[in-house]
């Protein structure tokens, strides 16, 4: 495990060559190409905020357009690294028959250079903090442990499923669906507090708003995000996520990232082959 | 100390013509049992063992899968062995690869980087030798001209390019140069000689046969994927050829 960390250090020039790459082409071919990135979340923040303060008037969540818009930054993040880091493998066989090279780059550029689009598009997320007068506070400084966590769940699912797609070449069209499903179990376009603590499903009580935690490492990131940039739904201003609440968060980030590092490296060997 | 080393190498692929290659066709396996899975086996090599020392122009011979591909494979890395151990020593610059790493909508000079650093040259390294690799390549119109207006044979020459000028401890070349003009041929065997003659370790395979023979003091005869005969090249080359054309008998394997 040490000496593939290693081998990805020694090849950094050549993840950073790609995650440069991934951006020029994504922007070269149209002026307004970062542009384009941000009207996907900004629409869906003026959906959500349409029907849940239109609609549906009685969530009651002040300064709603910057309530959604900071968890669906994060979360576009997560679901367009991973939907497109899934054939980073598959698609490149032309290059791994060919060329020795540590293979885990190819996933992680393409995490990385989307981690890049998410970050500049968090200007435009300030605007609106500053805009609906949220006081931006000492909590921010929060922000690059968050971002960390995020970044280290993120490169772990995408490696692992990267390893799918090889072998099952339909793993990229389930996890369309799936991830949709995921999107609306994760507290994005609702404030978890809303879920009951527990509920009554065939007869077992399930502690819900706990399973979401536990089992949902995306709901803690983003839970830590709105804590940092928006406060709480009962209007206090951004503050600090619990230390222990954010340790844990970090923790299971980076086991995701060590497990996916393990899968991958476990099936390398074989990709030459099955692609 | 060499430079590359085969203990007792086998290589086995395997061809299951039906496992399952997606989640659907596994869920519906389950619920077909009668279909027994078949998997062919191909041992691409067999034991195969031997040296190369630094500063050694070896050529490898064989008929068409006899297992020569293979073997570049497992020195660059690119397969692991099923059996036995490889051990290489230095940076391996193939021109098995030549261009595989180009990406049609980056300029050539963009594409000289991503290369570079696919070889683990850092982009310091790569901008050094940027001079080199442009002017050897006859390319210095169109480095910045998207690689997709490239020609074939300026898409060869860029890639032949970048190989030799990365200063490789060992250079691998496969069947690459019938590709390019005659001049240009000529121009690439005479930088392949001249890197040979700087001490860089040289693994040629190829089918041309005069070539071989001008090119490399060592020849390794590869038949069905084992060692057949290693020597001085003109000697191996020589029974090669006979076994080649004798009528049948000796294929059968």
């Given at each position: 495990m040490l000496s593939r960390i290693r081998e990805i250090v020694v090849y950094r020039e050549l993840l950073s060559t790609l995650v440069a790459r991934d951006l020029k082409l994504r922007y070269k071919n149209s002026v307004l190409g970062f542009l384009w990135s941000l009207v996907n979340p900004l629409l869906l923040m003026v959906v959500f905020t349409i029907v849940f303060t239109i609609m549906i008037p009685d969530l009651r969540v002040p300064n709603f357009p910057v309530f959604v818009l900071c968890a669906v930054l994060p979360w576009n993040f997560f679901s367009t690294a991973i939907l497109s880091s899934i054939h980073s493998?598959?698609?490149?066989?032309?290059?791994?028959?060919?060329?020795?090279?540590?293979?885990?780059?190819?996933p992680l550029s393409t995490v990385l250079s989307n981690l890049i689009n998410f970050l500049l598009a968090f200007v435009v997320l300030l605007f609106m903090i500053v805009m609906f007068r949220i006081p931006l506070t000492g909590a921010l400084l929060w922000l690059p442990v968050v971002v960390l966590a995020h970044l280290l769940f993120t490169g772990g699912v995408a490696l692992v499923l990267a390893t799918m797609n090889v072998f099952y070449r339909d793993t990229g069209v389930i996890m369309e669906v799936l991830i949709q499903a995921w999107f609306f179990l994760t507290p994005v376009f609702y404030p978890l507090e809303i879920l009951p603590s527990s509920a009554l499903v065939w007869g077992i009580e399930l502690p819900v708003q706990r399973l979401v935690y536990v089992l949902n490492p995306m709901a803690s990131i983003i839970a830590s995000y709105r804590a940092i940039l928006y406060g709480s739904t009962l209007g206090s201003p951004p503050h600090a996520p619990a230390f222990d609440f954010l340790a844990r968060t970090l923790v299971t980030a980076a086991l995701c990232f060590v497990a996916g590092l393990w899968v991958f490296g476990r099936f390398r060997t074989r990709f030459a082959e099955e692609v | 100390m060499v430079a590359m080393r085969f203990e007792n190498v086998s290589k086995r692929f395997v061809m299951s013509h039906d496992r399952a290659r997606s989640f659907q066709e596994l869920m519906l396996r389950t619920f077909r049992r009668n279909a027994r899975s078949a998997s062919e086996t191909l041992w691409a090599l067999r034991g195969v063992s031997f040296e190369i020392l630094p500063g050694e122009a070896v050529a490898i011979v064989g008929r068409n899968g006899s297992g020569k591909s293979t073997c570049l494979k497992l020195m660059t890395r690119i397969l692991t062995p099923t059996e036995g151990r490889v051990e290489v020593q230095g940076r391996v610059a193939g021109l098995l690869e030549l261009g595989a790493g180009f990406h049609p909508e980056l300029t050539g000079r963009d594409n000289i980087y991503l290369n570079g650093a696919l070889m683990g040259l850092s982009r310091r390294e790569i901008a050094r030798r940027l001079e080199e690799i442009v002017t050897f390549a006859e390319l210095e119109r169109f480095v910045d001209a998207q690689i997709k207006f490239y020609s074939s044979g300026m898409t060869m020459r860029l890639g032949f390019s970048i190989a030799v000028c990365v200063n490789p401890e060992i250079l691998l070349v496969d069947e690459v140069l019938a590709v390019g003009d005659q001049s240009f041929q000529a121009k690439c065997l005479q930088r392949i000689e001249q890197v040979r003659q700087s001490g860089v370790t040289i693994v040629f395979v190829s089918h041309a046969l005069d070539t071989v023979r001008a090119l490399c003091n060592r020849a390794i005869w590869l038949d069905q994927g084992e060692?057949?005969?290693?020597?001085?090249?003109?000697?191996?080359?020589?029974?090669?050829?006979?076994?080649?054309?004798?009528?049948?008998?000796?294929?059968?394997?």
């Amino acid at each position: 495990m040490l000496s593939r960390i290693r081998e990805i250090v020694v090849y950094r020039e050549l993840l950073s060559t790609l995650v440069a790459r991934d951006l020029k082409l994504r922007y070269k071919n149209s002026v307004l190409g970062f542009l384009w990135s941000l009207v996907n979340p900004l629409l869906l923040m003026v959906v959500f905020t349409i029907v849940f303060t239109i609609m549906i008037p009685d969530l009651r969540v002040p300064n709603f357009p910057v309530f959604v818009l900071c968890a669906v930054l994060p979360w576009n993040f997560f679901s367009t690294a991973i939907l497109s880091s899934i054939h980073s493998i598959s698609s490149n066989g032309h290059l791994i028959k060919k060329v020795y090279f540590p293979l885990e780059v190819l996933p992680l550029s393409t995490v990385l250079s989307n981690l890049i689009n998410f970050l500049l598009a968090f200007v435009v997320l300030l605007f609106m903090i500053v805009m609906f007068r949220i006081p931006l506070t000492g909590a921010l400084l929060w922000l690059p442990v968050v971002v960390l966590a995020h970044l280290l769940f993120t490169g772990g699912v995408a490696l692992v499923l990267a390893t799918m797609n090889v072998f099952y070449r339909d793993t990229g069209v389930i996890m369309e669906v799936l991830i949709q499903a995921w999107f609306f179990l994760t507290p994005v376009f609702y404030p978890l507090e809303i879920l009951p603590s527990s509920a009554l499903v065939w007869g077992i009580e399930l502690p819900v708003q706990r399973l979401v935690y536990v089992l949902n490492p995306m709901a803690s990131i983003i839970a830590s995000y709105r804590a940092i940039l928006y406060g709480s739904t009962l209007g206090s201003p951004p503050h600090a996520p619990a230390f222990d609440f954010l340790a844990r968060t970090l923790v299971t980030a980076a086991l995701c990232f060590v497990a996916g590092l393990w899968v991958f490296g476990r099936f390398r060997t074989r990709f030459a082959e099955e692609v | 100390m060499v430079a590359m080393r085969f203990e007792n190498v086998s290589k086995r692929f395997v061809m299951s013509h039906d496992r399952a290659r997606s989640f659907q066709e596994l869920m519906l396996r389950t619920f077909r049992r009668n279909a027994r899975s078949a998997s062919e086996t191909l041992w691409a090599l067999r034991g195969v063992s031997f040296e190369i020392l630094p500063g050694e122009a070896v050529a490898i011979v064989g008929r068409n899968g006899s297992g020569k591909s293979t073997c570049l494979k497992l020195m660059t890395r690119i397969l692991t062995p099923t059996e036995g151990r490889v051990e290489v020593q230095g940076r391996v610059a193939g021109l098995l690869e030549l261009g595989a790493g180009f990406h049609p909508e980056l300029t050539g000079r963009d594409n000289i980087y991503l290369n570079g650093a696919l070889m683990g040259l850092s982009r310091r390294e790569i901008a050094r030798r940027l001079e080199e690799i442009v002017t050897f390549a006859e390319l210095e119109r169109f480095v910045d001209a998207q690689i997709k207006f490239y020609s074939s044979g300026m898409t060869m020459r860029l890639g032949f390019s970048i190989a030799v000028c990365v200063n490789p401890e060992i250079l691998l070349v496969d069947e690459v140069l019938a590709v390019g003009d005659q001049s240009f041929q000529a121009k690439c065997l005479q930088r392949i000689e001249q890197v040979r003659q700087s001490g860089v370790t040289i693994v040629f395979v190829s089918h041309a046969l005069d070539t071989v023979r001008a090119l490399c003091n060592r020849a390794i005869w590869l038949d069905q994927g084992e060692l057949r005969e290693d020597g001085p090249c003109d000697d191996v080359v020589a029974s090669y050829v006979a076994s080649v054309q004798a009528p049948e008998g000796v294929t059968v394997g």
